[in-house]
């Protein structure tokens, strides 16, 4: 077998060959398609949301479950527009915008091509009109809560009723920090974690689901006093570090390594100048990764200050210091906040995993052969991919093997954790149910033939070795 390193990860051809994979397979299709779309929207089938939910669950095992500092949170996604303006994003979340002055089509300033390290001012999309800057754009999603002011009310009736669709979770947590305290009475460090949606009215959405108006974050928003900051910024960094390296986006060592540097991963750290930091940083490091679009920010580490708690405090009127039992002192914690958007590290994800190789037809070698073809297929790791094994009986018209197979496959659905993670196929010719499971990037795949019949083992074969082994039933040892 010859398997090309990286072989479409660094061309456009990449991504489309993901976003063609991901809706013939079922992950992901176009929001409302039937209807042309609709630009920074997708849906998640089938396969999608199972990637998505095992993303999900990694970091919420290794960042909340496995932690006894860390409070998990559910909070609303509409809420009272004073967070919104006391957090600085009626007023600041907003991108610098130019506006083509012969075709109208707006730009976001940042993002315009640039010459010689300048942003151009000739429209990149009709090559005529010259680029003039536009008032900034405010990326929250206006709403009205309830009926609103009706016809004759006042207009500060009406201005009660507006909200915004969150841009991001992390307020969530903030207006929540007292129920917290008083409920739970944790020490500082302690976190708050919740995973959930966000809507940004993006400028221009592109590139698949790298910059979407409605995707699902995964936040922390951990409570120190300020002269922990740095120790806990670099704790943070390495956790995040060593979490992605563990789903095979690999950018350091072990130990995490030092800020910045990148040990030939896929993952890479940009201290982002203070210019280009958000409203509320004082330190901010993107990990960027190499999508086929180029080198851009998968996740983010964030040191929010005392910023967002102070700010609550003095616009709602509500206490949010912490008080300090031990030493008797009363003060506003500070945060360190990380941050991942789930859709773009799925991204990142099937990026990275789309291989293409050579393989034979699956016999029992599954060497390159004569008959050796060409194969797409996703090297996702074990922990992320939709299905995690696949159960086949070697010919589906002898009920023998097809009960046999059923057996098995009822046993491994058992197995904790697997449960909606087992695929049983019976259709078409062995080497073919290998492909649709590489294609989707199953690890693993069982076939139960007539020798299981007479021994109780089965044959595993590996996804991208296409070796096989002999195991008794009894020893599968999935995880
Ligand atoms: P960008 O500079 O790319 O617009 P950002 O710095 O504004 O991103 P954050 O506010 O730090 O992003 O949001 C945290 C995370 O949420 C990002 O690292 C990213 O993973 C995700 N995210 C933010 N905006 C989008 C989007 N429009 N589409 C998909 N994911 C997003």
Same mark, same amino acid.
């Given at each position: 077998?010859?398997a ?13 060959? +993901? ?10 299709? &176009?929001? %409302?398609?039937i209807? =042309? !779309?609709? @630009? ?15 993303i999900?669950?990694?970091w ?12 998990p +949170?559910?909070?609303?996604?509409l ?5 919104? &303006?006391? %957090?600085?994003?009626? =007023? !600041?979340? @907003?991108?610098?915008?130019v ?5 109208h089509k ?26 003039e ?5 405010n ?6 809560? =309830?009926?609103g ?7 500060s ?14 307020q ?19 976190g ?14 592109r ?5 979407v ?5 995964m ?23 060593n ?14 390594g ?16 203070a ?18 679009f ?6 983010g ?14 616009a709602?009127?509500v206490d ?12 506003i ?14 991204l ?12 034979g ?34 010919l ?26 087992v ?13 649709r ?40 040892d999935?995880?």
């Amino acid at each position: 077998m010859k398997a090309k390193n990286n072989p479409v990860g660094d061309t456009e051809n990449n991504l489309e060959a +993901v976003v063609a994979l991901a809706k013939r397979r079922g992950f992901i299709f &176009q929001g %409302s398609e039937i209807y =042309g !779309g609709l @630009a920074g929207t997708w849906d998640w089938g089938p396969l999608g949301v199972a990637l998505k939910n095992n993303i999900k669950q990694s970091w919420w095992k290794r960042f909340v479950e496995s932690r006894e500092d860390i409070f998990p +949170v559910d909070t609303a996604i509409l809420m009272n527009q004073k967070v919104w &303006q006391a %957090s600085g994003h009626v =007023g !600041g979340f @907003a991108d610098p915008l130019v506006e083509c002055n012969k075709c109208h089509k707006s730009f976001r300033a940042d993002h315009v091509p640039q010459v010689d390290g300048v942003a151009t001012d000739v429209c990149p999309e009709c090559g005529k009109g010259k680029l003039e800057a536009r008032q900034p754009f405010n990326m929250m999603f206006k709403t009205q809560v =309830g009926v609103g002011g009706g016809n004759d009310s006042a207009a500060s009736e009406r201005d009660a009723s507006v909200s915004y669709l969150r841009p991001e979770t992390a307020q969530g947590m903030f207006v929540n920090f007292k129920n917290i305290i008083d409920s739970l009475h944790p020490r500082l460090p302690f976190g708050m974690a919740q995973i959930g949606k966000a809507f940004r009215n993006e400028i221009a959405p592109r590139d698949f689901l790298f910059r979407v108006r409605e995707f699902e974050q995964m936040e922390i928003e951990y409570f120190i006093r300020e002269s922990d900051w740095e120790k806990t910024f670099e704790m943070w960094r390495v956790e995040m570090k060593n979490w992605l390296a563990e789903l095979g986006l690999g950018g350091g060592d072990a130990s995490g390594g030092k800020s910045g540097e990148n040990a030939g991963g896929k993952v890479h750290e940009l201290e982002v100048a203070a210019e280009d930091r958000a409203h509320y940083s004082k330190r901010t490091i993107d990990f960027e990764f190499d999508f086929p679009f180029g080198r851009k920010e998968l996740c983010g580490l964030a040191y929010r200050t005392d910023f967002d708690l102070r700010n609550h405090s003095t616009a709602s009127g509500v206490d949010l210091s912490y008080f300090d039992e031990q030493t008797g002192e009363r003060f506003i914690p500070h945060v360190i906040e990380p941050t991942v958007g789930v859709d773009r590290l799925a991204l990142a994800l099937l990026c990275s995993a789309l291989t293409e190789d050579t393989m034979g037809d699956g016999g029992a070698t599954g060497a390159a052969s004569d008959n050796a073809e060409k194969r797409l297929f996703l090297k996702l790791p074990p922990e992320i991919a939709p299905v995690r094994i696949a159960v086949f009986p070697l010919l589906k018209n002898k009920p023998e093997l097809v009960a046999k197979a059923r057996e098995v496959y009822d046993m491994l659905r058992k197995v904790p954790g697997l449960s909606g993670r087992v695929a049983f196929d019976d259709n078409g010719n062995i080497g073919k149910r290998y492909r649709r499971q590489d294609e989707i990037g199953t690890p693993e795949c069982v076939t139960i033939d007539f020798q299981t019949l007479e021994d109780q083992t089965v044959t595993v074969r590996d996804r991208d070795t296409g070796g096989q082994k002999r195991v008794a039933i009894g020893e599968l040892d999935i995880k």
